[in-house]
Nanobody, 125 residues
Framework: QVHLVESGGGLVQAGGSLRLSCAAS????????MGWFRQAPGKEREFVAA????????YYADSVKGRFTISRDNAKKTVYLQMNSLKPEDTANYYC??????????????????WGQGTQVTVSS
């Protein structure tokens, strides 16, 4: 079993930065893909960023490209999402996710087997 716990969310002004962390416990995740998704009130969950098992390949939603950076530290079993130049439209609950065995880039939520509980990010204008 895998348990994912996000942290680092909060309230920030537009243009500010936050760094989200996702710590994994249970089985090792060093060989699987991980990603970040977000869900705003009244909207569907949407893809934000993904990273392959080794961390040398990443993929971003167009809405965050150039502003967000996903990274991972397999030794610490942690995935990060550095968010810069935040906009009010980035306000959402942010979730990290892990696949069960796939190690490439996964942009669809259907490819993920494990999910955290989420951390709220609120960007004020």
């Amino acid at each position: 079993q895998v348990h994912l716990v996000e942290s680092g969310g909060g309230l920030v002004q537009a243009g500010g930065s936050l760094r989200l962390s996702c710590a994994a416990s249970g089985r090792t995740l060093s060989s699987v893909a991980m990603g970040w998704f977000r869900q705003a009130p009244g909207k569907e969950r949407e893809f934000v960023a993904a990273i392959n098992w080794s961390g040398d390949s990443t993929y971003y939603a167009d809405s965050v490209k150039g502003r967000f950076t996903i990274s991972r530290d397999n030794a610490k079993k942690t995935v990060y999402l550095q968010m810069n130049s935040l906009k009010p439209e980035d306000t959402a609950n942010y979730y990290c996710a892990a696949t069960k065995s796939y190690g490439g880039i996964a942009a669809s939520p259907l490819m993920y087997n494990y999910w955290g509980q989420g951390t709220q990010v609120t960007v004020s204008s």
